[in-house]
């Protein structure tokens, strides 16, 4: 049977040979040589041709420094132009893309960077210089190309790669649908990094999925302030605006700045995670006007998003245009999807009543069951481990856009994998629910969840609860060992601005924990200045450093 070709850059060379000239990427950038007096904002148009040529000439120079197909590859370049034009080109050679989040640290870096043996190392020269002095795959890395100038490690610069790729046949290598495109490693949120291996044919079908659900139309415009959702901008036949933000810090940005881009380029697609929601969404006064117009949906992934984020969001779109909030993982994406509509309309009281979140009902072509919680490996799948609905266990999946492995890790692999004849389930590593209407409830992290010798608490439908209060941002659960006892605790991150008197805030709260049984034991809270947060989204709570604090610390013991 003959292998199915498939290269996820193909895409971008059909937009290319049918409308050259649309905009691939458009953005603007400050240029103080315009005058003697003030800097000028310079608006950019960056089109199909421009990109399909710019990763031809890459492609072709890389490979004659010696990139080839399955050349493993690092790159660590911050989102521009210059990012995307050098996927493009890695895929087009058939090499195997790896990204690293490099907030994760210096120590976690190189772990991931070991793991994955990468022989070819693109990236600016801070990048390299961190190479050289911390020793990332030294035993591996052949090949070394740097955006800027090249110092001691050797190497090529991009430019030069560039010259020497100058001329030469359009490149396109014939990969299949099964054959590894990239290593894109998780934020490592909850536990070690692990490097999700990608195939082009699972890089398609979420380009197919994303499609579907979300009725994506060729000659849209999207800002995607995550930078793996830029490359799907050209897949989908979108032009991609490149926000103005520091893309570690989604939770700081420049809100005029991400409206401004929004409502001068026509928008129609927003993708944000819901620290940059919470931020834009704060921006404007109560009562004003502003409305993005031209946008047709937001999309929000990474934690869930508070009920009053939404409200307040939904404020700046025009009348029926929905946030929606896929769920999903680097290693499944998308898995389920529910709108701001059907969640403000009935979800978001349940939350605050500690049902956990609504993540919607599984997508077309993604099977989703509730399993028994387990800690250890499920070598084969039974029938057996299934629940029932409104039972919480564990939530795995499976379908087409399911990655089978993670790279050179076989341990995590066995733990996170099921076979089932023909088919895998990806265990999730989070726990939930099916209601009677088919709806999946997202209740937490299964290794954050807390067991004590009563009952076992789950975060979501714990803080759920408690996060009801209005002068509480968000809460976090944990737990504590106290005399032996694990203990459930609390968390609590305050609004800004928000001084309540702590005594009548920790009653309040006491008091909200005791309509529920799964919240009534609550009775010690703790209030950091502020929850660590994942590089990625700023949104996924450490609650493993919060339950690491709060041990060396008395807290506020409910009356």
Not at 251 to 266: T, W
Not at 387 to 396: A, D, H, Q, S, T
Request: charged share 25%; net charge positive.
């Amino acid at each position: 049977m003959t292998a199915r070709i498939c290269n996820i850059a193909s895409p971008l060379v059909e937009l290319a040979r049918r409308q050259p000239d649309t905009p691939a990427f458009l953005g603007t950038y400050l240029d103080d040589l315009k005058s003697f007096f003030r800097i000028v904002e310079v608006e950019y148009r960056y089109s199909y041709r421009e990109l399909d040529e710019e990763s031809n000439r890459l492609a072709r120079g890389l490979a004659r420094l010696g990139l080839a197909r399955g050349t493993r590859t690092v790159l660590m370049v911050p989102p521009s132009i210059e990012f995307f034009a050098l996927t493009f080109a890695l895929f087009k050679l058939g090499c195997v893309l790896v990204l690293i989040d490099p907030g994760m640290g210096v120590r976690n870096l190189g772990k991931c960077l070991d793991e994955a043996q990468p022989e070819a190392f693109i990236g600016v020269t801070k990048a390299h210089l961190a190479s050289v002095l911390f020793g990332w795959a030294k035993k591996t890395l052949r090949y070394r190309v740097t955006l800027g100038t090249r110092l001691l490690w050797g190497g090529w610069t991009v430019d030069r790669v560039r010259r020497v790729g100058e001329a030469g046949e359009p490149v396109l290598t014939p990969t299949t649908a099964d054959e590894m495109a990239a290593i894109l490693f998780t934020s490592g949120s909850t536990g070690v990094a692990k490097g999700a291996v990608y195939t082009h044919g699972i890089f398609t079908a979420q380009v197919e999925q994303l499609r579907r659900i979300y009725q994506i139309e060729p000659g849209e415009v999207d800002l995607p302030t995550f930078p793996l959702f830029g490359l799907f901008g050209p897949a989908l036949g979108m032009t991609a605006v490149l926000p103005e933000m520091d893309f570690t810090r989604p939770g700081s940005v420049d809100s005029a700045a991400i409206l401004g881009q929004a409502h001068r380029f026509h928008v129609t697609n927003l993708f944000g995670s819901p620290a940059l929601l919470r931020r834009v969404a704060s921006y404007l006064p109560k009562g004003d006007s502003f409305r993005l117009e031209h946008l047709k949906r937001v999309i929000s992934a990474g934690a869930p998003v508070s009920p009053a984020v939404l409200r307040q969001f939904i404020q700046l779109l025009p009348p029926g245009v929905q946030i929606y909030t896929p769920y999903g993982a680097t290693e499944a994406l998308p898995v389920a999807n529910i709108g701001s509509d059907e969640i403000l309309g009935e979800t978001a009281a349940l939350t605050e009543q500690g049902k956990g979140v609504c993540v919607g009902r599984p997508v077309e072509g993604m099977q989703v069951r509730i399993l028994r919680l387990s800690d250890e490996p499920i070598p084969a799948w039974k029938e057996e481990f299934v629940l029932p609905p409104f039972e919480i266990g564990e939530v795995v999946v499976s379908g087409p856009v399911v990655t089978r492995s993670y790279y050179n890790r076989p341990d995590l692999t066995a733990l996170h994998k099921i076979h089932d004849g023909e088919r895998l389930w990806h265990r999730m590593g989070d726990v939930g629910y099916f209601d009677d209407r088919g709806r999946l409830w997202f209740c937490g992290r299964k290794s954050q969840r807390v067991v004590t010798p009563e009952r076992t608490y789950f975060t979501i439908p714990v803080e759920g609860v408690f996060n009801a209060h209005p002068a509480v941002l968000r809460t976090a659960l944990i737990g504590v060992r106290r005399d032996g006892v694990m203990q459930p605790e609390l968390c609590v991150e305050l609004e800004p601005k928000q001084r309540p008197d702590r005594r009548i805030l920790v009653r309040e709260l006491a008091q909200l924990g005791e309509q529920y049984e799964h919240t009534r034991a609550i009775r010690r809270f703790h209030f950091p200045r502020r929850f660590p947060v994942d590089i990625r989204h700023n949104a996924k709570i450490f609650r493993e450093k919060l339950a690491d604090w709060a041990a060396q610390q008395p807290g506020e013991v409910a009356p």
